[in-house]
T-cell receptor
Framework: DVKVTQSSRYLVKRTGEKVFLECVQD?????MFWYRQDPGLGLRLIYF???????EKGDIPEGYSVSREKKERFSLILESASTNQTSMYLC???????????FGAGTRLSVL | QKEVEQDPGPLSVPEGAIVSLNCTYS??????FMWYRQYSRKGPELLMY????GNKEDGRFTAQVDKSSKYISLFIRDSQPSDSATYLC??????????FGTGTRLQVFP
Protein backbone atom coordinates (compact mmCIF):
# COMPACT_ATOMS: atom_id res chain seq x y z
CA ASP A 1 0.00 0.00 0.00
CA VAL A 2 1.14 3.50 -0.87
CA LYS A 3 2.53 5.42 2.09
CA VAL A 4 3.59 9.05 2.40
CA THR A 5 4.35 10.04 5.97
CA GLN A 6 4.67 13.58 7.26
CA SER A 7 6.50 13.77 10.55
CA SER A 8 4.13 16.13 12.36
CA ARG A 9 0.37 16.59 12.15
CA TYR A 10 0.37 19.88 14.06
CA LEU A 11 3.14 22.39 14.71
CA VAL A 12 3.14 25.72 16.51
CA LYS A 13 6.16 27.98 15.97
CA ARG A 14 7.17 31.54 16.74
CA THR A 15 7.86 34.23 14.17
CA GLY A 16 11.50 34.10 13.08
CA GLU A 17 12.06 30.46 13.98
CA LYS A 18 13.59 28.05 11.51
CA VAL A 19 11.08 25.29 10.76
CA PHE A 20 11.66 21.86 9.24
CA LEU A 21 8.83 19.82 7.78
CA GLU A 22 9.76 16.25 6.92
CA CYS A 23 8.20 13.87 4.43
CA VAL A 24 9.07 10.22 3.81
CA GLN A 25 7.66 7.90 1.15
CA ASP A 26 8.14 4.15 0.97
CA UNK A 27 7.21 3.59 -2.68
CA UNK A 28 10.60 4.27 -4.29
CA UNK A 29 9.09 7.26 -6.13
CA UNK A 30 11.45 9.56 -7.99
CA UNK A 31 9.33 12.72 -7.80
CA MET A 32 8.27 14.50 -4.62
CA PHE A 33 6.27 17.69 -4.04
CA TRP A 34 5.46 20.22 -1.35
CA TYR A 35 2.17 22.16 -1.45
CA ARG A 36 0.41 24.53 0.87
CA GLN A 37 -3.36 24.54 1.10
CA ASP A 38 -5.34 27.61 2.12
CA PRO A 39 -9.11 28.22 2.12
CA GLY A 40 -10.25 29.68 -1.18
CA LEU A 41 -6.82 29.26 -2.76
CA GLY A 42 -6.62 25.49 -3.06
CA LEU A 43 -3.32 23.66 -3.36
CA ARG A 44 -0.35 25.74 -4.42
CA LEU A 45 2.96 24.16 -5.38
CA ILE A 46 5.95 25.39 -3.37
CA TYR A 47 8.79 23.17 -4.59
CA PHE A 48 9.23 19.83 -6.26
CA UNK A 49 12.07 17.38 -6.83
CA UNK A 50 12.52 15.05 -9.76
CA UNK A 51 15.20 13.00 -8.06
CA UNK A 52 17.81 12.99 -5.30
CA UNK A 53 19.59 16.33 -4.92
CA UNK A 54 17.37 17.90 -7.60
CA UNK A 55 14.86 20.65 -6.90
CA GLU A 56 12.65 22.97 -8.89
CA LYS A 57 10.72 26.03 -7.78
CA GLY A 58 6.98 25.80 -7.90
CA ASP A 59 4.51 28.66 -8.00
CA ILE A 60 5.19 30.13 -4.55
CA PRO A 61 8.78 29.33 -3.48
CA GLU A 62 9.50 32.64 -1.68
CA GLY A 63 10.37 32.13 1.97
CA TYR A 64 10.92 28.39 1.56
CA SER A 65 13.77 26.05 0.67
CA VAL A 66 13.95 22.27 0.30
CA SER A 67 16.39 19.42 0.71
CA ARG A 68 16.44 15.98 -0.92
CA GLU A 69 19.50 14.06 0.21
CA LYS A 70 17.85 10.63 -0.01
CA LYS A 71 15.30 9.34 -2.47
CA GLU A 72 12.67 8.62 0.15
CA ARG A 73 12.90 11.90 2.07
CA PHE A 74 11.97 15.45 1.06
CA SER A 75 12.25 18.27 3.58
CA LEU A 76 10.65 21.71 3.47
CA ILE A 77 12.46 24.46 5.34
CA LEU A 78 11.09 27.79 6.47
CA GLU A 79 14.26 29.80 7.10
CA SER A 80 12.51 32.45 9.20
CA ALA A 81 8.87 31.65 9.81
CA SER A 82 6.33 34.42 9.37
CA THR A 83 2.64 34.59 10.29
CA ASN A 84 1.61 34.47 6.62
CA GLN A 85 3.13 30.99 6.44
CA THR A 86 0.45 29.66 8.76
CA SER A 87 -1.16 26.99 6.60
CA MET A 88 -1.74 23.31 5.89
CA TYR A 89 1.35 21.79 4.23
CA LEU A 90 0.98 18.70 2.08
CA CYS A 91 3.70 16.45 0.74
CA UNK A 92 3.13 14.21 -2.29
CA UNK A 93 5.11 11.72 -4.34
CA UNK A 94 4.75 9.92 -7.64
CA UNK A 95 6.55 7.66 -10.06
CA UNK A 96 8.46 9.60 -12.72
CA UNK A 97 6.40 9.89 -15.90
CA UNK A 98 3.07 9.29 -14.18
CA UNK A 99 0.48 11.92 -13.24
CA UNK A 100 -1.01 10.38 -10.12
CA UNK A 101 0.35 11.92 -6.95
CA UNK A 102 -0.01 10.31 -3.53
CA PHE A 103 -0.39 12.61 -0.57
CA GLY A 104 0.56 12.54 3.07
CA ALA A 105 -1.90 13.45 5.83
CA GLY A 106 -0.61 17.02 6.02
CA THR A 107 1.04 19.22 8.64
CA ARG A 108 -1.01 22.06 10.04
CA LEU A 109 1.49 24.81 10.90
CA SER A 110 0.63 27.81 13.02
CA VAL A 111 3.16 30.65 13.23
CA LEU A 112 2.49 33.01 16.13
CA GLN B 1 -8.75 34.07 -14.73
CA LYS B 2 -7.78 30.88 -12.93
CA GLU B 3 -6.81 27.90 -15.07
CA VAL B 4 -9.24 25.68 -13.15
CA GLU B 5 -12.50 26.89 -11.60
CA GLN B 6 -14.47 24.94 -9.02
CA ASP B 7 -17.47 26.03 -6.97
CA PRO B 8 -16.45 25.90 -3.29
CA GLY B 9 -19.90 24.96 -2.02
CA PRO B 10 -20.83 23.80 0.51
CA LEU B 11 -23.18 21.43 -1.23
CA SER B 12 -25.62 19.86 1.18
CA VAL B 13 -27.71 16.85 0.06
CA PRO B 14 -29.81 14.13 1.74
CA GLU B 15 -28.55 10.57 1.92
CA GLY B 16 -29.35 8.66 -1.28
CA ALA B 17 -29.23 11.72 -3.56
CA ILE B 18 -27.26 11.89 -6.78
CA VAL B 19 -24.47 14.41 -6.46
CA SER B 20 -22.87 16.30 -9.34
CA LEU B 21 -19.55 18.04 -8.81
CA ASN B 22 -18.01 20.10 -11.59
CA CYS B 23 -14.90 21.92 -12.75
CA THR B 24 -14.27 24.15 -15.72
CA TYR B 25 -10.87 24.89 -17.17
CA SER B 26 -9.34 27.26 -19.68
CA UNK B 27 -6.30 25.38 -21.02
CA UNK B 28 -7.39 23.20 -23.95
CA UNK B 29 -4.07 21.30 -23.73
CA UNK B 30 -5.13 19.49 -20.54
CA UNK B 31 -5.33 15.75 -21.18
CA UNK B 32 -5.17 14.11 -17.76
CA PHE B 33 -8.02 14.61 -15.31
CA MET B 34 -8.31 13.49 -11.72
CA TRP B 35 -10.67 13.74 -8.78
CA TYR B 36 -9.31 13.63 -5.26
CA ARG B 37 -11.34 13.29 -2.06
CA GLN B 38 -10.12 14.98 1.10
CA TYR B 39 -11.64 14.26 4.47
CA SER B 40 -11.34 16.88 7.19
CA ARG B 41 -7.80 17.18 8.56
CA LYS B 42 -6.49 14.54 6.13
CA GLY B 43 -4.51 14.58 2.88
CA PRO B 44 -6.20 14.20 -0.52
CA GLU B 45 -6.68 10.65 -1.83
CA LEU B 46 -7.14 9.77 -5.48
CA LEU B 47 -10.71 8.86 -6.38
CA MET B 48 -10.86 8.82 -10.18
CA TYR B 49 -8.38 9.21 -13.05
CA UNK B 50 -9.25 9.71 -16.70
CA UNK B 51 -7.25 10.42 -19.81
CA UNK B 52 -8.72 12.64 -22.53
CA UNK B 53 -12.49 12.65 -23.09
CA GLY B 54 -15.18 10.21 -22.07
CA ASN B 55 -16.65 8.55 -19.02
CA LYS B 56 -15.20 6.30 -16.36
CA GLU B 57 -17.21 4.44 -13.77
CA ASP B 58 -16.10 2.93 -10.48
CA GLY B 59 -18.86 1.68 -8.21
CA ARG B 60 -21.04 4.63 -7.21
CA PHE B 61 -18.68 7.14 -8.84
CA THR B 62 -18.64 8.29 -12.47
CA ALA B 63 -16.12 10.74 -13.90
CA GLN B 64 -16.99 12.56 -17.10
CA VAL B 65 -14.76 14.71 -19.31
CA ASP B 66 -16.09 17.01 -22.02
CA LYS B 67 -13.05 18.53 -23.69
CA SER B 68 -15.11 20.48 -26.22
CA SER B 69 -16.74 22.40 -23.37
CA LYS B 70 -13.65 22.31 -21.11
CA TYR B 71 -15.79 20.80 -18.38
CA ILE B 72 -15.34 17.81 -16.10
CA SER B 73 -17.82 16.25 -13.70
CA LEU B 74 -17.91 13.73 -10.89
CA PHE B 75 -21.23 12.01 -10.19
CA ILE B 76 -21.91 10.19 -6.95
CA ARG B 77 -24.91 7.86 -6.92
CA ASP B 78 -26.72 6.83 -3.74
CA SER B 79 -24.68 9.31 -1.70
CA GLN B 80 -23.80 8.33 1.87
CA PRO B 81 -22.86 10.39 4.94
CA SER B 82 -19.38 8.86 4.58
CA ASP B 83 -19.08 10.73 1.24
CA SER B 84 -19.02 14.02 3.18
CA ALA B 85 -15.65 15.52 2.27
CA THR B 86 -14.02 18.10 0.03
CA TYR B 87 -13.63 17.03 -3.58
CA LEU B 88 -10.73 18.45 -5.58
CA CYS B 89 -10.41 18.27 -9.32
CA UNK B 90 -6.91 18.22 -10.79
CA UNK B 91 -5.57 18.20 -14.31
CA UNK B 92 -2.40 18.42 -16.37
CA UNK B 93 -1.29 18.47 -19.99
CA UNK B 94 1.78 16.34 -19.53
CA UNK B 95 3.47 14.44 -16.75
CA UNK B 96 4.70 17.62 -15.14
CA UNK B 97 2.67 19.61 -12.64
CA UNK B 98 -0.91 19.10 -11.59
CA UNK B 99 -3.24 22.08 -11.51
CA PHE B 100 -5.85 21.81 -8.76
CA GLY B 101 -9.27 23.33 -8.34
CA THR B 102 -10.00 24.95 -4.98
CA GLY B 103 -12.28 22.09 -3.94
CA THR B 104 -16.03 21.67 -3.33
CA ARG B 105 -17.17 20.81 0.17
CA LEU B 106 -19.93 18.17 0.17
CA GLN B 107 -22.17 17.36 3.11
CA VAL B 108 -24.49 14.35 2.97
CA PHE B 109 -26.98 14.33 5.82
CA PRO B 110 -28.85 11.23 7.03
Amino acid sequence: DVKVTQSSRYLVKRTGEKVFLECVQDMDHENMFWYRQDPGLGLRLIYFSYDVKMKEKGDIPEGYSVSREKKERFSLILESASTNQTSMYLCASRTSGKNIQYFGAGTRLSVL
Amino acid sequence: QKEVEQDPGPLSVPEGAIVSLNCTYSNSAFQYFMWYRQYSRKGPELLMYTYSSGNKEDGRFTAQVDKSSKYISLFIRDSQPSDSATYLCAMSYNTDKLIFGTGTRLQVFP
